[in-house]
Antibody
Framework: QVQLVQSGAEVKKPGASVKVSCKAS????????IQWVRQAPGQRLEWMGW????????KYSQRFQGRVTITRDTSASTAYMELSSLGSEDTAVYYC????????WGQGTLVTVSS | DIQMTQSPSTLSASVGDRVTITCRAS??????LAWYQQEPGKAPKLLIY???SLESGVPSRFSGSGSGTEFTLTISSLQPDDFATYYC?????????FGQGTKLEIK
């Protein structure tokens, strides 16, 4: 079955960076984009960007432009989302998802930013 | 950015009830709208895409309608598993945005 499995929870200090992975299985990785979405506590879901697994093209939300980098490793069927210059407002669960609309989703990765 | 507004934010209902959730877009998004269900502590799950197409494996009691700026998600007869939070999302243009969510509670 199609599955996206994300890396584990992270705790980071303000100003640091975090890199979250998303490993795909059950389908041909290169045939879909991988999306990244986050959900801060009590907030709505927020789209961050996507990467084409086929050619590596990316599209980022302007809100995160300059701070987010999405990459992929086709040999490992894995996508990565790196967010830099972390602040407390970046504390959230980060999700990857396949395609558009988004289906399925990874299980989520909690990133906590705290001094 | 296109703003997505759901109503109500909270809905209390009983098993067997028919319920409707509304999602309004701040400008036309044609039929580029999806609905997701999120249970506490879990990832969202796709229910409806292209405003009215039922995702494979999703029970037929879920249905979607609308186009342009106004959309609805209807659950024809609530089941215990349906008490969750529901989000609409447009994918018409960038940035994709979500509604604030509708929490469906047991009355």
């Amino acid at each position: 079955q199609v599955q996206l499995v994300q890396s584990g929870a992270e705790v980071k200090k303000p100003g640091a960076s975090v890199k979250v992975s998303c490993k795909a299985s059950g389908y041909t990785f290169s045939t879909y984009v991988i999306q990244w979405v986050r959900q801060a506590p009590g907030q709505r879901l927020e789209w961050m960007g996507w990467i084409s697994a086929a050619n590596g093209d990316t599209k980022y939300s302007q809100r995160f432009q300059g701070r987010v980098t999405i990459t992929r490793d086709t040999s490992a069927s894995t996508a990565y989302m790196e967010l830099s210059s972390l602040g407390s407002e970046d504390t959230a669960v980060y999700y990857c998802a396949r395609g558009s609309p988004f289906d399925p989703w990874g299980q989520g990765t909690l990133v906590t930013v705290s001094s | 950015d296109i703003q997505m507004t759901q109503s109500p934010s909270t809905l209390s209902a009983s098993v067997g009830d028919r319920v409707t959730i509304t999602c309004r877009a701040s400008q036309s998004i044609s039929s580029s709208l999806a609905w997701y269900q999120q249970e506490p502590g879990k990832a969202p799950k796709l229910l409806i895409y292209k405003a009215s197409s039922l995702e494979s494996g999703v029970p037929s009691r879920f249905s979607g309608s609308g186009s342009g700026t106004e959309f609805t998600l209807t659950i024809s007869s609530l089941q215990p598993d349906d008490f969750a939070t529901y989000y609409c999302q447009h994918y018409h243009s960038y940035p994709y945005t979500f509604g604030q969510g509708t929490k469906l509670e047991i009355k």
